[in-house]
C-alpha cells in the first residue's frame, strides 16, 4: 500500500486538516489550491502544473485578473443582497460571511489590495452605501431591481400624496375657523336687534284686566309728547301688574335663550370635529416623520463612546458640524476644539436651560425649532414653544426627552 493512499491514516489526516479554513495567504487561485504551511505552498508553486497555469496566466494577466475581479464582486454583492439586503453593517462582517466557504473567490487574485479598497470602489460606484465610523467602514446595498424602484416610486408617490392631504385638511381647518370668526359677528348683531326689540315691546305693550276687557291709562293725556302712553304700573281697579300679563315678553325671552343654547351647542360640535381632525393630523404627521435616525447640523450631543474614554471625550458635549449618511456626524469638542466622527448609536441628546434654544429632531414636528418651557421629571418630558415656521406659537406639552436636543441656532 502506498505512503498516501485514500485510506491510509496520513491521508486521513491530511483530509481532516484540509477540511477547515486555512490562511488565504497560502491559497493559489489559478490551481485552486489551498496549502496548510508556507513550505507547502512553496513547493505547489515549484510544481509542475502550477508552472502550466502561470504560462496561460502570462499570456493575458489583465484579463484574468479582470475575471476574477468581476466574479469577485458579484458573488461579494449577491452575499450582501442575500444577507443583509435592508440593513447598515460593517463591511468587515460581510466578508467575514463571504470567505468561510472555502471555495470563493480569494481577494488576493483581484485588483483590490484591501478590503477598503474595496469597499471605497463600491461607493464610489454607487453599488453601495458607505461611510467611515471610528468602529470601521460600514455599507448599506443599494437595490436597483426594478421591481425594487418601482415599490420605491409607489411609495414616495403616496408619500406625497399623504402631504397634499395634510395641507388640504390645514386649508380647510384655516377656512371653518375664518368663516366660524366672520360668522360670529353677525349672530352678536343679531342678538342684540331681538333685545332692542324686546325692549321696545315692553314699553309699548297694552294692559288687559282679568276679565278681559281693555283697561285705559288714567291720564292719557299725559303722556311725554311721543304719541305713545305711559307704562301703568297700577291699574284703575286696584290690580298689579301680575306674571300673566308678562307672559308674551317672556315667551320671547325663552324662545331667544333656547336659540341661544342651540347656537353654542354647534359651535361645540364644530369645536369637537375640529380637535379630532387635528388629532388626526398629529398622527398622521407622527407617523411620517418618526424615523431610525436623528442627526443634524447645529445640535449639541454628548458622546457616550466608552472606547474614547482613554482620549478624555467621554461624557463630553460637542456641536454636531456635518451629517454623514444620515447615521453617522462630524462632531466638534466643545472643550478641545477637536473633530470626530461618531456613530449615532454613540451619542445622545442634550437639554438645555428653561427659556434656551431646542430642535426638534425626531416625531410629528420634526426638523422645527422652539424654547423649552419646562420640564416633568416624572415622565421624561418637557414642554416646548414653536417657534417660526407654519406651527408657529404651537406649544407641546409634554414631548419625549429623545426627541429634542439642544440648538446652537447655526445648521
Not at 320 to 329: A, C, D, L, Q, W
Not at 351 to 363: C, E, F, S, T
Request: hydrophobic residues 30%; contains cysteine; glycine residues 8%.
Amino acid at each position: 500500500m502506498g505512503k498516501n493512499e485514500f485510506l491510509t491514516p496520513k491521508a486521513i489526516a491530511n483530509r481532516i486538516k484540509a477540511k477547515g479554513l486555512q490562511k488565504l495567504r497560502w491559497y493559489c487561485q489559478m490551481c485552486q489550491k489551498q496549502c496548510r504551511d508556507e513550505n507547502g505552498f512553496k513547493c505547489h508553486c515549484m510544481s509542475e502544473s502550477h508552472q502550466r497555469q502561470m504560462e496561460v496566466f502570462g499570456q493575458n494577466p489583465d484579463r484574468i485578473v479582470d475575471g476574477y475581479s468581476e466574479e469577485f464582486e458579484s458573488d461579494f454583492l449577491e452575499h450582501v443582497k442575500r444577507t443583509h439586503r435592508f440593513s447598515r453593517v460593517a463591511a468587515t462582517v460581510v466578508y467575514n460571511e463571504y470567505i468561510a466557504d472555502r471555495h470563493h473567490v480569494h481577494m488576493n487574485s483581484t485588483k483590490w489590495a484591501t478590503l477598503t479598497d474595496f469597499v471605497k470602489y463600491l461607493g464610489r460606484t454607487g453599488k453601495c452605501k458607505v461611510d467611515e465610523t471610528p468602529k470601521g467602514w460600514f455599507m448599506t446595498y443599494i437595490d436597483r431591481e426594478p421591481e425594487t424602484l418601482l415599490k420605491e416610486g409607489l411609495k414616495n408617490k403616496r408619500a406625497r400624496a399623504e402631504v397634499a392631504d395634510e395641507e388640504r385638511q390645514e386649508r380647510a381647518i384655516a377656512e371653518q375657523i375664518e368663516r366660524a370668526s366672520k360668522s360670529a359677528k353677525p349672530d352678536q348683531l343679531q342678538s342684540e336687534a331681538e333685545m332692542s326689540e324686546i325692549l321696545e315691546d315692553r314699553e309699548e305693550k297694552v294692559a288687559f284686566s282679568l276679565g278681559g276687557s281693555l283697561l285705559k291709562p288714567k291720564d292719557n293725556k299725559a303722556g311725554n309728547g311721543s304719541g305713545r302712553p305711559p307704562r301703568p304700573s297700577v291699574f284703575e281697579n286696584g290690580d298689579e301688574e301680575t306674571e300673566e300679563k308678562r307672559g308674551p315678553t317672556k315667551g320671547r325671552e325663552g324662545n331667544k335663550s333656547v336659540g341661544d343654547n342651540s347656537r353654542v351647542q354647534r359651535r361645540n360640535d364644530a369645536a369637537d370635529a375640529l380637535g379630532e381632525i387635528m388629532k388626526e393630523q398629529e398622527r398622521a404627521r407622527e407617523k411620517a416623520n418618526r424615523k431610525d435616525y436623528w442627526l443634524c447640523e447645529g445640535i449639541v450631543v454628548k458622546v457616550m463612546s466608552k472606547a474614547l474614554a482613554d482620549k478624555g471625550y467621554y461624557k463630553q458635549k460637542g456641536v454636531v458640524t456635518k451629517v454623514i449618511g444620515k447615521y453617522v456626524g462630524e462632531v466638534k469638542m466643545l472643550d478641545s476644539g477637536d473633530v470626530l466622527k461618531v456613530d449615532q448609536e454613540e451619542l445622545e441628546t442634550v437639554l438645555p436651560q428653561i427659556g434656551g434654544l431646542v430642535r426638534i429632531v425626531n416625531g410629528a414636528y420634526r426638523d422645527s425649532n422652539g424654547r423649552l418651557l419646562g420640564i416633568d421629571t416624572k415622565k421624561f418630558a418637557a414642554k416646548v414653544q414653536i417657534e417660526k415656521g407654519k406651527y408657529d406659537g404651537r406649544v407641546l406639552p409634554a414631548i419625549d426627552y429623545e426627541d429634542i436636543c439642544k440648538f446652537t441656532g447655526t445648521s
